[in-house]
């Protein structure tokens, strides 16, 4: 490429070098940079969700048998069903909230009604009992956490975020649940979890903000 | 962090490395386990539309934590009641609520709740089926008639009142005795001689000075919630000035400009001292008093008043100052004057300072007549428990009906109620806990919290605009074998056929037709059924009071020369703003909530004062054994300032032999060592007159007080200027 400048080889070396010192060297700063740049925006684009940056932390979290082993893969990943068609008081309550038993009806009904979780669901509305599921995740009393805020900022408020989308900010605190049966506690969920979450995102650091 | 962090290097850490350095433990394991699995979540079988987890929807209802009648807002979120907030329709409360108020929900999810009834089969109680309570119940009625069956209750009012009329009448017993032990009984009937009304409405928010005798209107008087928003207006500029006569000082007292001691029974005089020196600038103020009136003024000059009362001459000359550059002013009593054997005099002399002053019919005004007597407040003090004893002793009664009183623990242990109760053949408590009288009764009879029953409630103290306060279930009842009190008076009433109550599947039932039957005039062309709906929403019914006028008689009165108590020191047993008069014990946020002067918690404690404490040998914590002819209670001393030297200050509220895990075994109650004086006139119980011998029996014990210091050291922590200093500094507030 040089080639086209016809300068004698000695200055292409020196020249070459001036070149670099004084253009490329720069240039190829700013294009790291660049790459830099699109390459996180990229990471970002990849987890579906745009302005913000994903809490870090892991929690192995214990086996928890429920009364009926719900699979989350199949209504959530291989049907497709937004989270929030269940847990519908997520977007307005602190709570997501347990789906009505006469959700579940709504459609075991007609569908599926010879497998045996379903019969076992059947047993339970036609009992007029809830099944009694077993708590997975929590917060201490004395912290104040809002689904309902949450949402409307990584969901509804989010500009060029696709609310189909929903399990990706819901997996930011309780991991893929689209890929489990029954859910496991795959994040920790403790205070620096929230805090460092907080920082990237520029949410709220006030104490009284969550101890109220 | 470690432990090896004291508050000194947390300071430090907080100072250099801000916000983030005491962060970063926050990845540390919590002290709080969450353990995955270990509590189940409910879900709805069927959502019901109007609710969404996790949002709170709020009902109206009225708080039956006092006599008050407070309106109140509970936030009830997935069907359980979470939190109670005032009513801001109330005129009582206007929005606000004390902290027994908030402290409602403690109550109802008490764990020492009694959940199902009970009969006394050999020597205790056992659990039985409400047909087999009520059966029983009918049955031993059976044999009762007339004045051999007496309710005893603590204040009653609404149409439980009117339902209980009816069992009464239907038995032909006109016997309803009424016991509050923190009441204002001898000033009623002085306000009704002197005029014509016996709880005229108070205008403290119109007041530009207030004299108070020992009445701690701010923490347990009349209607504490309602009083403190009036003080507020009665603070705002131009500032009143608030000054309080009394031995011990009360929550009022400790927001007084001046505060006052008087040695015990000395009320009276320090009144007439001030209306003497009032007289003396303004001969004419005493024109139309009768001659004995005016001879019992002329008979205190200062010197002589300071001698006797042991307040300063300057203090009389300051008060009755105020009172005369200030108009309008009111002067108010309360327990700690009413409570003597010449109480009625003491609040007369008091009172006669209101009509000198001309607050009649200014700060003080006509009530006005409530247009349904039948729902009006049944109230009461102590003279009836005194009845009531001497009912029993002259085996007059053969069934009495409790509800809500607990007379054994909240009268003198002299009156003997715990041994004459077994004279009678049933008792029957209508109860939610297991109280000191609960367990003598040979029926129990579970009730409903006040947050799951039906009521109506029509306040003693009516502030202006008069209410008919609704009482709705907040939520569904916590446990199955517990039933509201109109629910068991109405099937009481079925049981026993009296006629006009088979229609009434339940309370609820009957308070529906009560409000259908209700005039016109209150219900704005509005139908029965939204009638009903909003009074429901709103909590309050607003009822017009007849105008109704007073008079300003000057009673016939006299006080001895010198009627302080001649014993070594008097018993004082004060009142405050969370345990009552002991029916809050069982509450632990009331326990643990610090008394509003010595800060105590989940303890009694005996006040004194720093000269009475140098002269016994004793400091702040060691325990002393007060003795009264009566008997005797020990408990540790707390050395404070105010109160009279004369004077031995313990608090009612603790000292329950039984009444659940919270309460019991906690602490001493005053009250069981009081002697049984009487006031003269009004035959009820001299309560702020017992005298007693004080010994000091142990040294330095634990004593648990919040705060640990009354005083800034001189560190200027909070600054303050006196009254006079701003006067003269910033003009007249």
């Known amino acids: 490429m040089f080639n086209t400048l016809q300068l004698p080889s000695g200055h292409i070396t020196h020249r070459g070098a001036r070149f670099v010192n004084r253009f490329l060297t720069p240039s190829l700063f700013w294009l790291a940079v660049i790459a830099l740049v699109l390459g996180s925006g990229a990471a970002r684009a990849e987890s579906g969700v745009p302005n913000a940056v994903p809490p870090v932390g892991t929690h192995k979290g214990d086996d928890v048998p429920q009364p009926i082993e719900f699979p989350h893969n199949t209504h959530a990943d291989v049907n497709q069903i937004n989270c929030m068609y269940c847990h519908t008081y997520a977007r307005r309550s602190k709570v997501a909230g347990i789906p009505p038993t006469s959700k579940c009806m709504g459609c075991h009904s007609v569908i599926a009604t010879d497998k045996p979780r379903i019969k076992k669901l059947t047993e339970y509305w036609e009992n007029k009992e809830p099944p009694p599921w077993r708590k997975v995740h929590d917060v201490p009393d004395y912290v104040h956490f809002t689904h309902e805020k949450h949402l409307k900022r990584f969901v509804f408020d989010n500009e060029g975020m696709q609310v189909e989308n929903v399990a990706e900010v819901c997996a930011f605190c309780h991991g893929e649940v689209k890929k489990m049966t029954v859910a496991h506690k795959v994040k920790p969920l403790n205070m620096g979890f929230c805090r460092r979450c907080h920082e990237a995102n520029e949410g709220p650091f006030d104490c009284w903000k969550c101890h109220k | 962090m470690s432990n090896k962090v004291n508050r000194r290097d947390f300071l430090k850490i907080m100072g250099w490395g801000g916000v983030g350095a005491t962060l970063a433990g926050c990845d540390m394991p919590t002290t709080v386990t969450l353990e995955e699995g270990k509590e189940e979540v409910t879900s709805y079988m069927i959502p019901e539309e109007y609710v969404i987890p996790g949002v709170g929807v709020y009902y109206a209802s009225t708080c039956q934590q006092c006599p008050a009648g407070c309106g109140l807002h509970g936030r009830v979120r997935e069907g359980r009641v979470l939190k109670l907030e005032g009513n801001p329709e109330s005129p009582i409360n206007r929005g606000r609520l004390c902290q027994m108020g908030q402290a409602g929900v403690q109550a109802h999810y ?60 239907a038995v032909g017993s006109s016997r309803h005795y009424v016991h509050e032990i923190i009441n204002n009984s001898v000033s009623r009937q002085v306000n009704q001689d002197m005029l014509g009304d016996p709880q005229p409405r108070l205008r403290f928010d119109k007041a530009r000075v207030v004299l108070s005798f020992g009445a701690d209107f701010l923490g347990t008087w009349q209607s504490p919630v309602h009083n403190a928003v009036e003080y507020a207006a009665f603070r705002e500029a131009p500032r009143g000035v608030l000054v309080q006569v009394e031995p011990k000082m009360t929550l009022t007292g400790a927001n007084a400009d001046l505060w006052v001691a008087v040695r015990p029974g000395t009320e009276g005089v320090f009144a007439l001292a001030v209306a003497n020196a009032l007289s003396a600038k303004n001969p004419a103020m005493l024109d139309g008093l009768p001659d004995k009136a005016k001879q019992l003024v002329r008979r205190y000059d200062i010197k002589k008043a300071s001698r006797i009362t042991g307040a300063a001459g300057e203090h009389i000359v300051k008060t009755a100052g105020w009172l005369a550059e200030r108009s309008p002013s009111l002067v108010v009593a309360g327990a700690s004057a009413e409570g003597h054997g010449h109480g009625y005099d003491t609040v007369a002399a008091i009172m006669l300072l209101n009509v000198i002053l001309g607050n009649i019919g200014e700060t003080i005004e006509a009530s006005g007549a409530f247009p349904f007597p039948q729902l009006v407040a049944r109230t009461g003090g102590t003279r009836d428990v005194m009845d009531f004893a001497k009912a029993l002793d002259n085996k007059e009664l053969d069934a009495v009906f409790f509800r809500g009183a607990n007379p054994v623990f909240t009268a003198p242990e002299s009156l003997g109620l715990r041994d004459k109760l077994g004279k009678v053949g049933l008792k029957v408590a209508f109860s939610q806990f297991e109280d000191e009288t609960t367990r003598l009764a040979d029926v129990v009879l579970p009730m409903y919290s006040a947050m799951e029953d039906w009521g109506t409630h029509v306040a003693a103290y009516q502030a202006g605009q008069a209410v008919i306060g609704i009482q709705q279930p907040l939520m569904q009842p916590l446990y199955e074998q517990t039933r509201g009190f109109g629910d068991v008076m109405l099937s009481l009433l079925k049981m026993r056929k009296v006629p006009g109550y088979d229609g009434y599947a339940d309370y609820y039932a009957y308070l529906r037709d009560a409000f259908s039957a209700l005039p016109d005039s209150l219900k704005n062309g509005a139908s029965n059924d939204e009638f009903w709906a909003s009074a429901l929403q709103r909590g309050v019914l607003e009822v017009a009071t007849g105008g109704g006028s007073l008079t300003a008689k000057v009673v016939d009165f006299d006080l001895p020369e010198n009627p302080a108590s001649e014993g070594a020191y008097t018993l004082v047993p004060s009142a405050r703003l969370g345990l009552w008069d002991g029916r809050h014990a069982n509450i632990p946020w009331l326990q643990e909530a610090p008394d509003q002067i010595s800060k105590v918690v989940w303890d009694s404690w005996a006040e004194m004062h720093p000269r009475t404490a140098r002269k016994l040998g004793v400091k702040t914590g060691d325990a002393i054994k007060i003795t009264s002819a009566n008997g005797s209670i020990e408990a540790n001393v707390y050395v404070y300032k105010g109160i009279h030297p004369d004077a031995i200050a313990v608090p009612m509220g603790q000292g329950h032999e039984t009444y659940g895990r919270f309460a019991k075994g906690r602490g001493v109650n005053p009250v069981k060592i009081l002697a049984l004086n009487t006031d003269g006139k009004t035959g009820e119980l001299a309560h702020h007159s017992t005298q007693v011998q004080v010994s000091k029996t142990r040294v330095r014990d634990s004593m648990v007080i919040f705060g640990g210091s009354e005083t800034q050291l001189g560190r200027k922590i909070v600054a303050t200027v006196t009254a006079d200093v701003y006067e003269r500094t910033e003009g007249e507030a």
Do not use: C
């Open chain 2, 110 to 169: 008490n764990p020492d709740r009694i959940t199902r009834p009970m009969m006394r089969k050999g020597s205790g109680l056992t659990t039985v089926s409400w047909d087999e309570a009520l059966t029983h119940i009918q049955s031993k009625m059976e044999g009762v008639s007339g004045d051999r069956f007496a309710w005893f209750t603590d204040t009653v009012s609404g149409h439980q009142a009117v339902l209980m009329d009816a069992y009464r009448e």
